[in-house]
């Protein structure tokens, strides 16, 4: 009796266990709760977000822009993984600050897509990202140059531009992608309060307090770093000072809206 009592306690508890660890399994399979839909017209400018910054030059096959979902600030959308340039209203999926996709439903997320989720975990002034490996900017995330404010269209620039090494954040060699958690962390924690941070041998992340200026400050951060590198080759430059960017960024960044009209237009007629 005892030996039945002790065998159906042994098994019981081995039930108990086997359905906690079921329990457990299935909530990390579970996907979290969708916020609720979004306006369509948020969605069609986050394509058409994609599709600028192809034209625009600041992403090809590769980079991705996000927006933080406007209903619930513990969520924000992305295209699954495809090209930008492809990429169409069906295409966004939402994620939470784990950046797990609500409703996957078989669709692919980008390998990188913790940049995102965590930099909206430590910015609750960011409400869209971009991500991309805008040419002109590589070469300011691998010397010893730093990127500054050339002219008054890339005036946000100024207070200086940080770089993250993921060599240093990983403590050794890496494939030098954020795909995990932790790295993205790290990249946060480098871009800090700012609006730009490069990424040494990959790019940059751009993030701002709507998508139109995310977009903007991706296009300028480019060709500021383009013209840079045209003006250093001629001389000594002369860069906007700490005041004259602050000025600048305030006036320029009342502007942005007329941009984005145009690049969305064009972008969106192809
Ligand atoms: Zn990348």
């Not at 008054?152 to 200086?160: D, K, N, P, Q, V």
């Not at 993030?207 to 003006?231: C, D, G, H, K």
Request: aromatic share 6%; with cysteine; proline share 7%.
């Amino acid at each position: 009796m005892l030996i039945t009592t002790r065998r159906h306690f042994i098994a019981a508890g081995a039930a108990a266990l086997s359905h906690a660890m079921i329990a457990r399994v299935a909530s990390a399979q579970t996907p979290p709760a969708s916020a609720g839909p979004v306006d369509p017209a948020l969605i069609d400018d986050l394509v058409a977000a994609n599709r600028i910054l192809v034209d625009q030059g600041v992403v090809d096959g590769y980079g991705h822009v996000s927006v933080r979902h406007p209903g619930d600030p513990q969520r924000y959308l992305m295209s699954r993984s495809i090209a930008p340039e492809l990429v169409t209203a069906a295409d966004i999926m939402e994620y939470d600050l784990d950046s797990t996709a609500v409703d996957p439903r078989g669709r692919t997320s980008y390998l990188e897509r913790f940049i995102h989720g965590e930099i909206y975990r430590v910015r609750p002034d960011v409400k869209a990202i971009v991500h991309n490996h805008s040419p002109s900017v590589i070469p300011f995330g691998v010397s010893t140059v730093p990127l500054k404010p050339i002219y008054h269209m890339s005036a946000f620039l100024g207070g200086g531009v940080p770089v993250f090494d993921i060599k240093a954040a990983a403590g050794g060699p890496t494939d030098m992608l954020v795909r995990t958690p932790a790295l993205g962390r790290a990249l946060a924690t480098t871009l800090g309060a700012r609006p730009v941070a490069l990424m040494r041998g990959h790019g940059c992340v751009v993030v701002a307090p709507a998508i139109q200026m995310t977009v903007f400050r991706s296009v300028y951060t480019e060709m500021n770093a383009r013209l840079q590198a045209q003006a250093m080759a001629l001389g000594p430059v002369t860069y906007l000072d700490d005041e004259e960017a602050r000025l600048a960024g305030a006036s320029v960044g009342g502007t942005v809206v007329r941009p984005w009209e145009l690049w969305r237009k064009k972008a969106l007629a192809r």
